[in-house]
């Protein structure tokens, strides 16, 4: 199975794919490009499975030929981890209709849960998985929190069954946000 980790630059799909790997990981330049990227493996109970740590993108809308090059990777994986910064939750949504448009197994992962809890945001988990249909994974990927749930929820990805106006993207991702986010201003800790 081949596998690729999906998010939007600085969000640690890097600090995750390094969890996920370990030290079995080749670095690579897409065929015909200097693009790089990453690839290694990990174990689930059942099998041996491919990563591949996809460039950082905002937008399957591309701007450039990093992201041509991660929107034509989407197209070779079986199933997408699409990591999200849980401190900018309302940015990394947009990414995540997109990818739920694309209709492939996916697994959502909310990355630095810890750093939003210190600052005072707090995000519904399984309301966000109502709403998307779609499992999603707190983690702290610097310390390891949640990457065992990780492993064991990938034989759980599907393709949402969430349905929406392409064109109402954005007041999608507010009702979304209001539905599942609460922000309490406070120092962090």
């Known amino acids: ?3 690729l980790l999906i998010g939007n630059p600085n969000v640690g799909k890097s600090v995750v794919f390094n969890r996920l790997t370990g030290m079995d990981v080749i670095s690579s330049n ?3 490009t200097t693009i790089d990227f990453t690839r290694g493996y990990f174990k689930t109970p059942e099998e041996r499975v491919e990563l591949i740590d996809v460039p950082g993108i905002y937008s399957l809308e591309p701007t450039c030929k990093a992201e041509e090059i991660a929107v034509a990777m989407i197209n070779e994986g079986d199933l997408l981890i699409n990591v999200l ?6 940015r990394s949504l947009n990414l995540t209709l997109q990818l739920i448009n694309h209709r492939k ?4 992962v909310l990355n630095l849960f810890d750093e939003a809890k210190h600052i005072g ?5 399984g309301k966000l998985e109502a709403i998307l249909d779609a499992p999603c994974i707190p983690t ?6 949640g990457i065992k749930e990780l492993v064991s929820k990938i034989k759980s990805a599907r393709i949402p069954g969430f349905v929406f106006n392409g064109s109402q993207r954005w007041n999608e991702i507010g009702k979304i ?4 986010q609460e922000i309490k201003h406070k120092h962090h800790s």
């Open 1 to 3: 199975m081949k596998v």
């Open 121 to 125: 945001i707090s995000i519904d988990i």
């Open 177 to 180: 946000i209001r539905d599942v």
């Open 140 to 145: 702290c990927a610097l310390t390891g929190e």
């Open 85 to 90: 910064d849980a401190t900018n939750l309302e």
């Open 105 to 108: 197994p996916l697994l959502i």
């Open 30 to 32: 897409y065929p015909g």
